[in-house]
């Protein structure tokens, strides 16, 4: 770890050197380690130190921007001279209107010693119990284990200096067999609160259960939906709709539907940064505090992500704590959702369910049309058709297309016990129960 | 350089390693956007650092830092030593190398006019004149332009004798118009010349010269608007033709991802998926018509894929993937033709045809494609439509997924045209397509000629745990495809 001391020593040397009218620092500072396995051996294990520094000068109403990871004076000195030449020799930016001044920024905590402290053996002693539960069951195991620190920091010329470590550990596991494949994964800020065999085991009996899959012709079926594919709601309305840049650019669902129902009225979606039962993050990449915002309430649209920049287009609205690095063309980012559970478990679900699918997981989802959220992507690791109350049979893959706020008003049950799962490759995290919807268009079919 | 190379071979050694490498590397980006007449987005941006791969009782180990320091070099040695060890707790084989390889050289793309030469004034012009084009028709709601380039400067050592330096330019440029209906709730959008951004290319500034952004923008925004009203993709089965963008997308969704070695033995089982292309059907699978040649060739000029030599030291080579329809190749490491000859004996190549990439200095290298193509054929674009009876013309991805085998496949594209008695008819938006990969490259009965044939860049690749991302080229030509389900919407 760099530490809170040293970062602040590199912030503050770069705003004491900088002549820009504003000024912002923000440091990320990485120390990470993953092992991954496939055919139940560890074939890659790496780690990583890393400390990126990100100077942002605003002259006037021109921005520059340059980063480094080289922490030497000059080298930070040569970044901060880049992005002042950048932002002298660029026109003026009339939608920026200033840096965020300091604010106060809530305490969480978000950091677990075991995790920061993890060693390869203890990670390859994770990955090895998956391994040889994998032997042991005569399947062939693969995935991957990370352990890592984060620190992040802003600072900048108006006062504004936060800092926030924190901790990860995520495992994953794919399990096969000749014709048949099971999914696992688990996230937790302590990488003690792993249960590494758990994880294995319902990955393999996932697997197991999948063998000897028959082809099912497509078409349209009621679904119940376990939390890793429901994660992709998350994921897609996120891409398509909830930040402030899609709202304003006319591109999002939401357009002419803030205070309407747009899905079924249980379903509550909202950003919580501060949430323990996330991964809490306190402030985002301008050092504003996190907001909570509900974005689908009770099945009402009720708003979007900002950062300054894209709050700044609008009359009285102010950052929520959403912006990513400088600079960000991508918008502001929901990094912490929260799927609201409801009262059903996945038996409940199969005992309703008098002809459907089955769906562990989705695989390459990708936006057909954005503005109803239609997305195409393949079911993966273990699709199983359910009749008269039972799975009776394992199905070959299929490709879906389905709008999913269409499919969000199809609501039958929603699961009792919601899922924290890691997103956007470690950088997010989302909580997500399990759907059972009344309808689900599958379009195609694969081999296997 | 070579004091640190050395210094962090010889402690591996020292330490028990059997093989060693180091790669140190150093890679500056600029990235310029401008979106709606402002610089959205204007950064110079720098990394640098080493990453230390050794084999140490027959098991990978891998550490990195951004600090070059002696002292660090031998931390992160010690540390990719423990971290092999600890891999080597649960192994079930020793890693095998092959032959040992030892090249000493410098590589460098060759370019005529330095992007770093250019100034941020000329480069913000440029954009702010593509910008004004794109929003000179009413309707496009966001114009979007950008720049993109890339240097990396690397070093390569191993512990069998390679020292190896290459400079890699990159040069990318692109404009995007995004065209909203209010009433309808529709949005549409174009892009030139590719989507998702920008073309990119191993080359200068020479490459945004010749894109010629600002000449292209205001048809882009017309087509985009024009969009807004056009019909719908009818759905059913006919003659599709893939214009060569969109052509690029699906040889590396379908070709190029299947034929990474990896995929195939399982080690990106847990992420990217594997491979329908298994070593038995090496030599004798039918993967397409018989005018379907392709190759994964990193000698290129031009290409994201090219190179001196990848990141094992394995000199850029020209593999043929398809031959006349049967497939005939893979992308390869020096661990996986190992593998390979243990299944395939000496039907398989004697080395590894050089498809290791690394993403930067903090990421182990992997199997990644160099420059996957689909070779030209006879015909040309005018002849091709008019032999098309009835048909539909699609163009520049929109939306791209397929399964985790890399069979089942449904693609989008931003434009579509009806083909009717031979001539391109009107235009029909929210075209989608669909198919099983040998069946699809099995329906392919005709290929544009050399004319038409360029090599697009992919810099978006995503692959491996930790993520890792790729920047690959793809030639094509444009073709025809019998009997394709079109017109999936849901």
């Keep these: ?448 | 350089l070579k004091e640190f190379t050395d210094r962090a071979l010889n402690l591996a050694q020292v330490r028990g390693a059997t093989y060693a490498d180091i790669r140190i590397v150093r890679r500056q980006t600029q990235n310029i956007t401008v979106k709606n007449g402002v610089v959205e987005g204007l950064s110079d941006n720098e990394s640098q650092g080493f990453g230390v791969r050794v084999v140490v009782d027959g098991a990978w180990g891998f550490a990195s830092s951004a600090h070059l320091a002696p002292e660090e070099v031998d931390r992160v040695t010690a540390l990719a030593v423990q971290i092999a060890g600890a891999s080597a707790l649960f192994r079930t084989g020793h890693v095998r190398l092959g032959p040992a390889i030892s090249h000493v050289g410098t590589f460098r793309t060759p370019v005529q006019i330095d992007p770093w030469e250019v100034s941020l004034a000329e480069k913000t012009g440029l954009l702010l004149q593509a910008d004004e084009g794109l929003r000179a028709t009413p309707g496009v709601r966001v114009a979007s332009s950008s720049l993109a380039f890339w240097r990396e400067n690397k070093t390569f050592a191993n512990s069998e004798g390679a020292f190896l330096e290459q400079e890699i330019v990159e040069t990318g440029g692109g404009i995007e118009a995004t065209a909203v209906d209010p009433e309808r709730g529709e949005v549409q959008k174009r892009s030139y010349p590719n989507s998702f951004g920008r073309d990119q290319r191993q080359e200068g500034w020479e490459a945004i010269l010749a894109m010629d952004l600002p000449s292209h923008a205001p048809r882009i925004g017309e087509e985009a608007v024009a969009l807004l009203r056009a019909d719908p993709c009818p759905s059913g089965v006919t003659t599709l033709i893939l214009g060569p963008t969109q052509l690029a997308l699906q040889v590396h969704e379908s070709c190029g991802h299947p034929i990474e070695l990896d995929r195939v033995f399982g080690t990106e089982a847990s992420y990217a998926g594997t491979s329908f292309l298994t070593p038995e059907k090496y030599g004798s699978f039918r993967y397409g018509s018989e005018i379907v040649n392709m190759t994964a060739d990193a000698t290129i000029p031009g290409g994201l894929g090219t190179f001196g030599w990848d990141d094992e030291g394995v000199p850029a080579q020209r593999v043929p993937i398809v031959r006349e329809g049967v497939f005939c190749g893979y992308l390869s490491s020096r661990e996986t033709i190992e593998q390979l000859r243990e299944i395939l004996g000496d039907r398989a190549p004697q080395a590894s045809g050089g498809a290791m990439r690394a993403d930067g200095w903090n990421r182990i290298p992997i199997i990644r494609m160099t420059n996957v193509n689909l070779e030209p054929g006879t015909w040309t674009f005018d002849d091709l439509v008019a032999d098309t009876e009835d048909g539909i013309y699609m163009e520049m991805n929109k939306s791209w997924s397929i399964d985790d085998k890399r069979l089942n496949f449904q693609f989008g594209t931003e434009v579509a045209y009806e083909i009717k008695g031979g001539k391109m008819g009107r235009l029909l938006k929210n075209a989608t397509y669909t198919g099983l990969t040998p069946q699809f490259w099995g329906s392919c009965d005709a290929i544009c000629n050399a004319d038409h044939w360029q090599v697009w860049g992919t810099p978006n690749c995503g692959k491996g745990q930790p993520g890792q991302v790729a920047h690959t080229g793809h030639g094509t030509a444009p073709a025809r495809f019998r009997n394709v389900q079109v017109g999936v919407i849901g």
Aim: proline fraction near 6%; charged fraction near 20%.
């Design chain 1, 1 to 448: 770890m760099v530490g809170e001391q040293r970062i602040r020593a590199i912030s503050d040397g770069i705003l004491a050197l900088s002549s820009a009218d504003q000024t912002e620092v923000v440091v990320l500072a990485n120390d990470s380690a993953l092992t991954r396995f496939a055919n139940s051996t560890i074939h890659q294990n790496v780690a990583e130190t890393d400390c990126e520094v990100r100077i942002r000068v605003v002259l006037g109403q021109r921005i520059g921007v340059a980063t480094t990871n080289n922490l030497e004076e000059v080298a930070l000195a040569e970044a901060l001279n880049k992005a002042l030449a950048i932002a002298r020799l660029q026109p003026e930016n009339p939608d920026f209107q200033s840096l965020p001044g300091p604010l106060p920024i809530p305490e969480v905590r978000s950091f677990s010693e075991a995790t920061a402290h993890c060693t390869p053996e203890t990670r390859a002693r994770g990955a090895g119990a998956i391994c040889l539960l994998a032997r042991e069951a005569g399947v062939v195991a693969s995935g991957a284990l990370t352990t890592g620190v984060l620190e992040i920091a802003v600072a900048n010329s108006l006062g504004t200096f936060a800092y926030f470590a924190t901790t990860q550990a995520d495992v994953n596991t794919v399990i096969m067999s000749d014709d048949s494949a099971g999914y696992a994964e688990a996230l937790a800020l302590d990488v003690n609160h792993l249960d590494f065999e758990a994880v294995g085991r319902e990955a393999i009996e996932k697997c197991q259960r999948s063998r000897g899959p028959r082809p099912l012709e497509p078409g349209e079926y009621p679904v119940i939906l376990e939390p890793y594919a429901v994660q992709d709601f998350l994921q897609m309305m996120t891409y398509t709709g909830f930040s402030a840049v899609a709202l304003q650019e006319g591109r999002s669902f939401m357009v002419g539907k803030i205070g309407q129902p747009i899905v079924d009225e249980r379903i509550s979606i909202w950003d919580d940064g501060l949430d323990p039962d996330g991964l809490p993050l306190p402030f985002d990449f301008e050092g504003v505090p996190k907001q909570r915002v509900d974005l689908i309430d009770k099945g009402v649209a009720r708003g979007v992500v900002y950062d300054s920049y894209r709050a700044g287009k609008e009359e009285g609205r102010r950052s929520t704590g959403h912006a990513l690095p400088a600079p960000n063309t991508f918008g502001p980012f929901p990094l912490n959702l929260f799927f609201a559970g409801g009262d059903a478990s996945l038996d409940d679900m199969i005992r309703s369910t008098e002809r459907g699918l089955y769906v562990t997981r989705f695989h390459y989802t990708r936006p057909v049309e954005p503005k109803q959220v239609i997305v195409t992507g393949m079911t993966r690791d273990g699709t199983f058709l359910i009749e008269k109350g039972e799975i009776t049979y394992p199905v070959k893959n299929l490709r879906f297309t389905q709008g999913y706020l269409e499919a969000l008003n199809h609501v039958e049950r929603i699961g009792r016990e919601p899922r924290l799962l890691s997103a956007m490759g470690g950088l997010a995290c989302q909580r997500v129960p399990a759907l059972q919807l009344s309808r689900f268009r599958f379009t195609g079919a694969t081999e296997f």
